[in-house]
């Protein structure tokens, strides 16, 4: 039984500027994303990276998949995270982490895993793993859509945070804090490749400049 009412990689993103001192790697060229409801900034791709581990140390912790250091290659040797699938069943169904259950073969890297849950290539991949994390939080309540007016209809329906109801959740956003704070201190070479292949993976999602 979970401890979360919503998805802890949902969690990350509403909360994300509290999670900063566990950002294993800083993004030095990033654009900012607003936390909602909270009047603070947290670079966007440091912020995507965060709801992906999480999401990952989440699943791991319930039994769903297991994440252990694995190395790489004949001649250069270089390390990864290999995710296997576990028997534990996941408590939340929708978000990343539903997402990263459907798609997790029995075996592979953690990179190929983040590749695979965000499908085809985008111009920000970073900004799609937000925008994944806003529509299953507009399922939960979370965020309404509303009309916009004028010209702004052309944009479609905007987003509007449910300040009340995200404050709510601040003892669970602590509850992601400690979670992540126990995984990095009991295994912190694992905690630190995690980050790096999670980053890869989304990455490794982003168009290609056209050479032609």
Request: glycine share 10%; aromatic share 6%.
């Amino acid at each position: 039984m979970s401890d979360f009412t919503i998805a802890p990689s949902a969690l990350a993103y509403l909360f994300g500027d509290t999670l900063e001192d566990l950002f294993a790697g800083r993004a030095r060229l990033s654009s900012n994303e607003t936390i909602p409801c909270r009047e603070a900034k947290v670079k966007t791709k440091d912020l995507a990276n965060a709801m992906l581990v999480a999401a990952f140390v989440h699943l791991a912790n319930e039994g769903v998949l297991g994440l252990a250091l694995s190395t790489k290659g004949m001649l250069v040797k270089s390390k990864f995270v290999l995710a296997t699938r576990g028997s534990g069943q996941a408590s939340h169904s929708g978000g990343l982490e539903g997402g990263i259950v459907a798609n997790l073969t029995g075996k592979e890297g953690v990179g190929v895993t983040v590749a695979r849950v965000l499908g085809g290539e985008s111009a920000d991949p970073w900004q799609e793993v937000i925008r994944r994390a806003r529509r299953y939080l507009v399922e939960k309540g979370y965020f309404a859509e509303e009309e916009r007016h004028g010209i702004g209809k052309l944009l479609g329906k905007q987003l509007v945070p449910q300040c009340e109801k995200i404050a709510a959740l601040q003892g669970e956003a602590e509850q992601v804090k400690a979670m992540l704070n126990a995984f990095r201190a009991n295994q912190p070479a694992l905690y630190e490749q995690l980050w790096k292949d999670v980053a890869g993976g989304i990455a490794s999602r982003q168009e290609k400049p056209d050479m032609d």
